[in-house]
């Protein structure tokens, strides 16, 4: 097959739960790449009733954001795409951390008092006990509230199989660690564990990279930094960015 020709077929697979993998697909393809979905998780939407004596609302993820209710509460958010989502759901009092639970935990230190009231922790289903720790050892009363449920896939889908044997995936994108477990394990049950020798395995953040270890990817990289521009900077455009030796 011409050079010209493999280069064009050349495909990444995403692995983020929708609604986000329709977004990250509409970018890869924006910069000349073939977009193949592969959700490693399903998020259902559960409802949530925030406390009344909740001085604010702290979310974790996009997903979070858009499970919350209307209510005249202060929003604080991981990450500024998770900030804009809450305001997208009409909340006008919203500050944004620099992407990670430890910046997180840090604004809401700098900002917020323990005796102004309870904190309401927004969350996914086994999600951000850490952060919840973290903060109650700053003095916060913390109520964590689950108001997503985050369901392993239960096989890869079709398109993704057959894009993996043929060898077509360059690269792979991957924004938890617990989507990239499943992800793995996916991989394995299919028979194509091995196959990973062949991908680039692309990380949110080191802690996603370091689950990523347990599978011989041909390169792993991280972004620079937690957001979904550095993921894809990390990717680059089609036409000018090399295969893996």
């Known amino acids: 097959m011409p050079r010209q020709a493999a280069r064009a077929s050349r495909a990444i697979l995403i692995t983020r739960p929708e609604p986000g993998a329709a977004e990250s697909a509409r970018a890869v393809a924006a910069l000349g790449w073939e977009a193949v979905l592969a959700p490693a998780l399903t998020l ?48 006008a009092d919203v500050r944004a951390a620099a ?52 369901r392993p896939s239960a096989a890869l889908p079709a398109e993704a199989l057959q894009a993996i044997r043929e060898r077509r995936i360059h690269a792979a994108l991957f924004t938890s660690p617990r ?43 991280t972004a620079s930094r937690p957001d979904h521009a550095a993921l894809l900077a990390c990717l680059g455009p089609a036409d000018v960015l090399k295969a893996p030796a």
């Open 44 to 91: 259902t939407a559960l409802p949530l009733k925030a406390p009344g004596n909740c001085q604010a609302i702290i979310v974790t993820s996009r997903a979070a954001a858009r499970a919350l209710p209307p209510a005249v509460l202060p929003v604080i958010a991981v990450g500024e795409a998770t900030a804009t989502e809450a305001r997208a759901r009409g909340f």
């Open 179 to 221: 989507s990239a477990l499943v992800a793995m394990r996916l991989l394995a049950d299919a028979g194509l564990h091995k196959a990973a020798q062949n991908i680039i395995a692309i990380a949110l953040s080191p802690r996603i990279a370091a689950a990523l270890a347990a599978l011989p990817w041909a390169e792993i990289r």
């Open 99 to 150: 992407g990670d639970a430890q910046a997180l935990a840090a604004l809401i230190g700098a900002t917020l008092k323990p005796e102004a009231g309870t904190l309401c922790l927004a969350v996914g289903e086994g999600y951000a006990l850490d952060l919840a720790s973290a903060l109650r050892a700053k003095g916060f009363r913390v109520l964590r509230r689950v108001v997503y449920a985050a």
